[in-house]
């Protein structure tokens, strides 16, 4: 079991900058894969970025390719995402989520946090 708690959310101009945070309890962090989601209201949650659990490997949705980046620090049992030049459509509930597949597929996904909402203004 493991509990994820989400923080760094807020509102931001379009073209600005966050970072969203994911802490979680327990001792078996380093051994989940991490990913970050997103809910717009009246959608599906959808796929952000992935990183698997040592941090060499990540993915990330095209609709965020060079703009957000995904890390990890398993020494603070802590996943990031960066975001950078943020557009009005970014705007939704952020969601990070732990497993024990490398994959962008919410099922994929046991544990969740309680997710952050961002806000971006145009």
């Known amino acids: 079991q493991v509990q994820l708690t989400e923080s760094g959310g807020g509102l931001v101009q379009a073209g600005g900058s966050l970072r969203l945070s994911c802490v979680a309890s327990?001792?078996?962090?380093?051994?989940?894969?991490m990913a970050w989601f997103r809910q717009a209201p009246g959608k599906e949650r959808e796929f952000v970025a992935v990183i698997n659990w040592s941090g060499t490997l990540t993915g990330a949705a095209d609709s965020v390719k060079g703009r957000f980046t995904i890390s990890r620090d398993n020494a603070k049992n802590t996943v990031y995402l960066q975001m950078n030049s943020l557009k009005p459509e970014d705007t939704a509930v952020y969601y990070c989520?732990?497993?024990?597949?490398?994959?962008?597929?919410?099922?994929?996904?046991?544990?969740w946090g309680q997710g952050t909402q961002v806000t971006v203004s145009s």
């Open positions: 989520a732990a497993g024990w597949t490398y994959s962008s597929d919410v099922r994929s996904y046991d544990f």
């Open positions: 327990g001792r078996t962090f380093s051994s989940y894969i």
